[in-house]
């Protein structure tokens, strides 16, 4: 196994590390780490190798910063000729930044297999450039990881072959479990003179959405202001402080008693901040995760989420930045009796710790990745046909791998008798009532007709 890991921020590096640890426990995979160094603070990309034990990277690329047309096409250029020069069979990436979306390109290019994880994400707000990266990502990717199940169905829906998707929760959960004990060890709170017997809320803020717009965070800032029954901790993101900065709002920050402004903290110290929290604001999609891990109430301060899992099921309420929107949410979660029983008795939406081992597992089994080439089926009828059916009959007695060698169609989406649309593997039985959406080449129509009737 020849494989490229790419990274570039700092959640790409924290989802990958229990992925990389997987990996590298495998004799005679050649691994090579390469950095675009979209992100290069320490405290933004460094620390992370240091703390999630992630050897320093084979090659660091000095992207930088940028605009998003110069970072992107300066990562695929440049990313594109390590491809060249080492020969992987395949390159792996997590997550929706530019640098996953320069790998995929990059890879796509020159005809190496791209694996993505944490697939099938979507907002549908295509002002969001992690929208664009993360519906190119996957549609280019040999191979896609997807957290949960609302993620599979979207990319099934999407068209992308589902025997190409595996269900594999998110890898943050293993993250979190793995360094649950140097968590709680962290001395974070006292060294920041924090009153636990107080309520403390965690804040973090970076998205383009609300950063580059003064109205949004003078909401936010706004809603801050107001909440001062809490501890609030906000480590800033270097772009928020630039932008907070431009917009002369630091100052009144700074100036409120009940709010501590922080540089960016490593993991440990981060997380054992959101543990010592009854409730978290945030526009961060690996925070919104933690939440749910943490079993923590998260405002969104967003106006959606590509996590809508978190919303469903209760752990988070999605306010955008209208600042009494935002104190009512943080109120609610904060008085609401029971809450903290309700949320701890919810199963985790995105996993249990186990996805970076699954991963690793389908790699390893694979083990020449070069066997994941795209496929380029050929159609007699020019392009490809699509039916939905009901299973009945003799199909309600195969699985999807079997339908495909009978008829040549290929199961795209089952939706169950509820309606909903569900994940699923070659292996799957199909079962009578479901309703089945189906890819082929026309002139097998006759095929599947037959067996319909049958
Ligand atoms: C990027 C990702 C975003 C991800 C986030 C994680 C894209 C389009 N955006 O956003 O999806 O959620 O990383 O944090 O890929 N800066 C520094 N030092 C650093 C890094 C950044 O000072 O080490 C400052 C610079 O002023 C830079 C700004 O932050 O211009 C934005 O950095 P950039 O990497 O472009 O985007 P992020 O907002 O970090
Ligand atoms: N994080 C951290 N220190 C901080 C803020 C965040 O270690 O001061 C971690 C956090 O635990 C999560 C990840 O960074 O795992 C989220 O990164 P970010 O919010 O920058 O990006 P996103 O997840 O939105 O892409």
Redesign the pocket.
Known sequence: MRLLISMG???EI??MAPVYEALSRIRDADLLLVHTGQHYNQ??SD??FSELGIREPDINLGIGSGSQIIQTSSIIKEIGSVIENYEPEATIAV???NSVLGTAIASSKLEVPFIHIESGLRSYDFTMP?EINRRISDHLASLNFSPTVRSFSNLAEEGYPPRRIVLSGNT?VD?VRRTMSLIQKSSIIKDLGIDESEPIMTV?V??KENTDYEHRMLGIVKALEELNELTIVW???PRTLRKLKEFNMLSKLKSMDHLLL??????I???KL?LSSDVIA?????????SATLKKPCVILRDNTERPELVEMGFGKITGINPSAIVSAVRDFLYREGLREKLESLPNPFGDGRAAVLIVDILRRIWDLRNLKQESPRFKGGSPHYVSIRVSGKIAEMTVSRLKEATGYDVITIYDATGRSIAFDPSTPLVKGEIIRLRGDPYNFDKLRRLIKG
């Open positions: 921020t700092r959640p924290i989802k405290e933004m620390i992370f997550g929706d930044t992690e943050i993250v973090t970076h998205r480590p800033m993101h922080t540089e960016p903290l490593g993991y110290e981060f997380l959101l945030t526009d961060s999609g690996g925070v919104q995760e933690e």
